[in-house]
T-cell receptor, first 116, second 112 residues
Framework: AQSVAQPEDQVNVAEGNPLTVKCTYS??????LFWYVQYPNRGLQFLLK??????LVKGSYGFEAEFNKSQTSFHLKKPSALVSDSALYFC??????????????FGKGTKLSVKP | DSGVTQTPKHLITATGQRVTLRCSPR?????VYWYQQSLDQGLQFLIQ???????AKGNILERFSAQQFPDLHSELNLSSLELGDSALYFC???????????FGQGTRLTVV
């Protein structure tokens, strides 16, 4: 079964420090991976995706993610955190085969808290 | 603004009632998805439509149904509502099956 795991319910970071939000996946075939962010009382916003190509993917708001096939991971990173980055972050894998092609399987989410 | 519009934003209704949630996808997007977000279940895929036809079903209850109309807007119908149906319901749309989905702001349903 295809799945996504976000091992940390919450990540706390000081403003200006680098941040990492972890994600591991289990899929059949090549993975299509996504990161979304959800601010309070808002919908999910697309941050970045990995389909193929460079393992380091750059996205919106200075975020990037590193795809590691051997470790089946797709960790979200940012060199310098901002207080405004505080939100709920979701990793997702896109189902690429079968009758559910195109559907996203989400992790449980990681709450990022950036303190000034 | 994602370009996906959901109405209403909030809905409070009683158990046993029926409600309809509406979604207008981004211009040009043919795929529409419905997701349910709750504290205990997280984000769960409900159903997908592509160009008017049902494409895939997820963990959607038999009391729930959806459709996509010729103008590509979609409606999610929830009937015989129970307290446990209280959740945030999201609609999303995408251009192709392997491109990023854009989410609406959701409809918060409260069943009392």
């Amino acid at each position: 079964a295809q799945s996504v795991a976000q091992p940390e319910d919450q990540v706390n970071v000081a403003e200006g420090n680098p941040l990492t939000v972890k994600c591991t996946y289990s899929v059949s075939g090549n993975p299509y991976l996504f990161w979304y962010v959800q601010y309070p009382n808002r919908g999910l916003q697309f941050l970045l995706k990995y389909i193929t190509g460079d393992n380091l993917v750059k996205g919106s708001y200075g975020f990037e993610a590193e795809f590691n096939k051997s470790q089946t991971s797709f960790h979200l990173k940012k060199p310098s955190a901002l207080v405004s980055d505080s939100a709920l972050y979701f990793c997702a894998v896109l189902l690429a085969y079968g009758g559910s092609q195109g559907n996203l399987i989400f992790g449980k989410g990681t709450k990022l808290s950036v303190k000034p | 603004d994602s370009g996906v519009t959901q109405t209403p934003k909030h809905l409070i209704t009683a158990t046993g009632q029926r409600v309809t949630l509406r979604c207008s996808p981004r211009s040009g997007d043919l795929s529409v998805y419905w997701y349910q977000q709750s504290l205990d279940q997280g984000l769960q895929f409900l159903i997908q439509y592509y160009n008017g036809e049902e494409r895939a079903k997820g963990n959607i209850l038999e009391r729930f149904s959806a459709q996509q109309f010729p103008d590509l807007h979609s409606e999610l119908n929830l009937s015989s509502l129970e307290l446990g149906d209280s959740a945030l319901y999201f609609c999303a749309s995408s251009r192709y099956w392997n491109t990023e989905a854009f989410f609406g702001q959701g409809t918060r349903l409260t069943v009392v």
